[in-house]
């Protein structure tokens, strides 16, 4: 169940080069032209920067000392959206991907304006007991516990689209 006036959409965006990120809810119900939006987001639990603005409107909120989300330290800031009687929590990582040049002149993927040398396996999301249904999330998060674990930064998913626990989990361990 929903208020009369809800969150029907969220849009974010991390801008690593600008320290911020953009924000844009979407509300839906009679009340929603005139509800102001309140934007708040979380290092650890700790707010560091709160907004409010009409849901018409894109926000855009720096982030003081910002922490980049890397393979090497899976960084990720909570984001809270609150309009009227609605609430939503959610996640982002302040991170970057570009092309751009190594040492020699080539062109490399970049993660946050760095050179980034991807290690990680093609995984076709099969389970022997259940085909393309792992049997439980704890396995699900055993199996990229284990590609982290060998060393990897990244895997590549085939053919298929997990569900929204499975890129969580990689966002929170560092997988690319």
């Not at 700790?46 to 910002?66: A, F, H, K, Y």
């Not at 085909?131 to 055993?142: G, I």
Request: proline letters at 10%; aromatic letters at 10%; glycine letters at 6%.
């Amino acid at each position: 169940a929903v208020p009369q006036t809800y969150l029907a959409g969220l849009k974010f965006t991390p801008e690593l080069d600008s320290n911020s990120v953009l924000v844009h809810a979407r509300l839906d119900g009679p009340d929603a032209p005139q509800l102001p939006v309140r934007v708040t987001v979380l290092a650890k639990g700790i707010p560091v920067v709160s907004q409010e603005t009409l849901s018409t409107q894109v926000m855009r909120l720096t982030i003081p000392n910002p922490h980049p989300w890397s393979p090497d330290d899976p960084y990720l800031y909570d984001l809270v959206v609150e309009a009227g009687n609605d609430r939503v929590e959610s996640y982002f990582g302040l991170r970057k991907f570009s092309l751009g040049y190594d040492a020699q002149g080539r062109v490399r993927l970049c993660l946050n304006n760095l050179p980034l040398f991807q290690v990680g396996p093609l995984d076709q999301g099969y389970w022997p007991d259940g085909l393309y249904t792992p049997p439980s999330e704890a396995a699900m998060r055993f199996d990229l516990e284990q590609i982290k674990a060998l060393g990897c930064n990244m895997l590549r998913k085939h053919v298929k689209v997990e569900p929204a626990r499975y890129y969580y989990d990689c966002d929170r361990l560092g997988l690319i």
